[in-house]
């Protein structure tokens, strides 16, 4: 079963991020998409990751977008990191998900998802900071790290989960005593990531309220944030409504923005 | 999504959205047969981690419930909202709710026969009279003690006073009720409660397979609860002459409580005296006296004439039911195990104090029964997980104890598919002291194998 040993080892196999896609990060970071692009041209394998975003019907291109500075344009200073942090994610993420009934698409949709309701949300909120905005790449980082830990023993978690109802943070809490987001947190800090994108991602699993008001307001719309997008059909389909626990309290005093706000995007 | 059965209640809980969209991506067609096939009292969902539902995303779960329904006679409904929730959803199904609504899973288990009969002290109130009415009764059936509310004034009146109450009970409402025979373990007896008119169809409606698994894990005492029933036919008759004449074969007693004859023939009763069945007055002449539930094999599950030797199938096998137990046991404990000695003998256990026991039974292409002796502190420690923090909860652990067998039970399951043999699991049982274990296991033969977890030692015996 999943040990402290285990995840201590799913660490530090983690590799950091490549040197191009740091300076990449670094570049956009303080607003130099030309070089940053010039730098992200040297990486094959995120320049068609970034091609393959943005020539998604979503962004409604009727020509091909193939030159990454035109896409970093396109995409603006946080746009581009946030898709450079998504990037990194799927370096993480299984080539065949087993636990989870997910592949290459439908985890790229999940992170789509996230990262342009987040970005709706934080208008709606007045929020501008690329940090914060970055902080959302990291909630399907917790998928993959599940994925990662418990497939190895995934008979067992299964067998675990059908006699009582414990859903996977509860189940890493128990065994190791570290949860699922604490994990997170430990690549998010592997990575260089700023450290408030910790500190949201802590809130936003809705059993760590955060002292600090904003943090805790942010962790309450991405918790909800979350469980809208993990009560969509294929996101119920692959096994992951019942991921983590769901805290409607944490989140009821603003469902009701929250509903409004998804509604009125789902009319465009 | 599977439904998660506890206490003879399957309980699904979706959560966050639940719209026409997802909630067909919640029950697949495989999720339906999967709960059909549930032996359980009562299918629910809870709408707890619910925060939004709409009237297409609750039907998805209400179809369901009519197919379950109609094939095993259950309770279906919903359970785990507020006052809004509940208001809503008696908006939406204003043209007839064919499901029940409870405000919990407590109080949904408070009308199950299943749930153990402790008497609660209950404040009652719908608005609806007849509603008042059925839920008292059967509240009142279960053995509680329901206080009716007339009017919404004098339940906000009583229920200030909420410490003298178990459960308030209000926001609830009965669909059609279950009329499935009600099963509940007391002791080392499996009582049955029946109701109505017995005919031909009460052989379609008595699971013979749980019986038979019952009698294969070692119960000996049944006891129909007859008080509710009207009449008996000759259908019936000779449905429980051909039951008595097969637990005869374990060495198993049958009895009836409460059955009158007014409207059963009075030879009807001595025909089923002749074939071994046991008549008393009441349930708790049975259940109070201990010497009579120790005459008639309720108080120790005594091993009966079937024993039978441990056969080279089941050793040849061995190997994957120490796995099973092994891998669950470290899975549960992250510690290693050492294997200390295989034996082939009688079960020997050395220090009888603070051990725990559990057994679970397998029949199919090969049958047995493992039965695994804790010594507390592992059994506490396997039982962690389960439980969420540490616990010297005896009954606790042993609740925790029997589902941790249950894994094991479905581990050996699947490892033994693997080879193509097809095995079925009982219910498993737990021995709260070493004594009335070995009372059953007496002149059976099997492996033992001693275990060692953290210096503790731990024993597993395979038997027939």
Redesign the interface.
């Known amino acids: 079963?999943v040990?402290k040993e285990t995840i201590a080892s799913y660490i530090q196999k983690i590799p950091p991020a490549p040197k191009a896609l740091r300076d990449t990060i670094m570049f956009l970071s303080i607003g130099e998409l030309t070089k940053a692009a010039k730098v992200a041209e040297g990486d094959l394998a995120l320049k068609a990751y970034l091609k393959n975003i943005v020539n998604k019907p979503i962004y409604g291109f009727r020509n091909q977008v193939s030159e990454i500075s035109q896409i970093f344009g396109i995409l603006g200073v946080s746009g581009s990191k946030q898709t450079v942090y998504n990037y990194m994610l799927t370096l993480l993420s299984p080539k065949k998900w087993i636990l989870f009934k997910l592949n290459v698409t439908s985890f790229h949709s999940l992170q789509d998802n996230l990262s342009i309701k987040w970005q709706i949300i934080l208008n709606h909120l007045g929020i501008q900071d690329d940090d914060i905005q970055n902080a959302i790449t990291l909630l399907p980082a917790s998928i993959i790290v599940s994925e990662a830990l418990f497939n190895e023993?995934i008979?067992?978690v299964k067998?675990?989960r059908?006699?009582?109802?414990l859903d996977y943070n509860?189940?890493l809490m128990?065994?190791c005593g570290v949860d699922l987001f604490d994990l997170c947190e430990q690549v998010a800090q592997k990575w260089e990531m700023p450290q408030n994108v910790s500190t949201i991602i802590q809130a936003s699993s809705g059993v760590k309220p955060s002292n600090d008001e904003l943090v805790n307001k942010l962790g309450k719309w991405m918790h909800?944030l979350l469980?809208?997008e993990?009560?969509?059909?294929?996101t119920?389909?692959a096994g992951l409504?019942?991921f983590i626990?769901?805290q409607?309290d944490y989140?009821?005093d603003i469902?009701e923005e929250f509903?409004n706000l998804i509604s009125m995007d789902n009319l465009k | 999504?599977?439904a998660?059965v506890k206490e003879s209640i399957a309980?699904f809980?979706?959560?966050?959205?639940?719209?026409g969209?997802?909630a067909?991506?919640?029950l697949t067609i495989d999720d339906i047969e999967a709960t059909s096939a549930l032996k359980v009292d009562m299918v629910l969902v809870s709408l707890?981690?619910?925060?939004?539902f709409n009237r297409n995303g609750l039907d998805a779960f209400v179809k369901m419930f009519a197919k379950v329904r109609a094939k095993n006679r259950v309770t279906v409904g919903f359970c785990d909202y507020d006052k809004k929730k509940y208001d809503t959803i008696m908006k939406f199904y204003q043209d007839g709710v064919t499901f029940s609504l409870f405000k919990t899973q407590e109080i949904a288990r408070l009308f199950t026969s299943t749930f153990k009969n402790e008497s609660k002290t209950l404040l009652l109130y719908s608005e609806d009279k007849s509603q008042r009415a059925a839920m008292a009764i059967e509240l009142h059936d279960n053995g509680h003690n329901p206080i009716i509310s007339p009017n919404y004034n004098d339940f906000l009146e009583k229920s200030i006073n909420e410490k003298a109450y178990d459960f308030i009970i209000n926001d609830t409402y009965l669909g059609q009720m279950g009329q499935k025979i009600a099963t509940r373990v007391t002791g080392n007896a499996i009582i049955y409660t029946i109701s109505s008119f017995l005919d031909a169809e009460f052989g379609n409606t008595f699971s013979i397979s749980y019986h038979t698994n019952s009698l294969n894990v070692g119960f000996r005492l049944f006891i129909f609860d007859a008080y509710k029933v009207v009449a008996m036919n000759i259908h019936a008759l000779n449905f429980f002459s051909k039951l008595a004449s097969s637990a005869a074969e374990y060495n198993a007693t049958i009895c009836f409580a409460g059955l009158t004859f007014e409207k059963t023939p009075i030879a009807f009763k001595e025909t089923l005296e002749d074939s071994g069945i046991i008549f008393f007055n009441q349930l708790d002449d049975i259940l109070h006296d201990k010497e009579l539930l120790q005459e008639l094999g309720g108080s120790s599950p005594a091993s009966g004439k079937n024993k039978r030797v441990i056969n080279k199938t089941t050793v040849t096998e061995l190997p994957r039911f120490i796995d099973a137990t092994v891998?669950?046991i470290?899975?549960?404990t992250?510690s290693k195990a050492i294997k200390k000695a295989v034996q082939i003998h009688d079960i020997e256990i050395m220090n009888k104090a603070d051990k725990i026991a559990s057994s679970i039974g397998f029949y199919g292409d090969m049958d047995g029964m493992i039965i695994l002796v804790f010594p507390l502190g592992i059994a506490k420690q396997a039982c962690?997980?389960?439980i969420?923090e540490q616990t010297d909860d005896l009954e606790l652990v042993l609740d925790s104890l029997s589902?941790l067998v249950?894994?094991i039970g479905?581990?050996v399951k699947?490892l033994l598919a693997d080879e193509n043999i097809s095995v079925n699991i009982t219910l498993p049982r737990t021995y709260n002291d070493i004594g009335s274990l070995l009372e059953m296991t007496t002149d059976r033969k099997g492996v033992q194998v001693d275990l060692e977890f953290n210096n503790d030692k731990f024993l597993f015996f395979l038997t027939r």
């Open positions: 079963m040990t023993h008979e067992d067998l675990l059908s006699i009582k109802a509860t189940i128990r065994l909800l469980f809208y993990l009560s969509q059909p294929q119920v389909e409504n019942d626990d769901f409607v989140v009821a469902y509903s | 999504m599977r998660m309980i809980t979706p959560q966050g959205f639940l719209d969209n997802c067909s991506s919640f707890k981690k619910v925060i939004f891998l669950t470290e899975m549960m992250n962690e997980l389960l969420g589902e249950n894994i479905g581990k699947t």
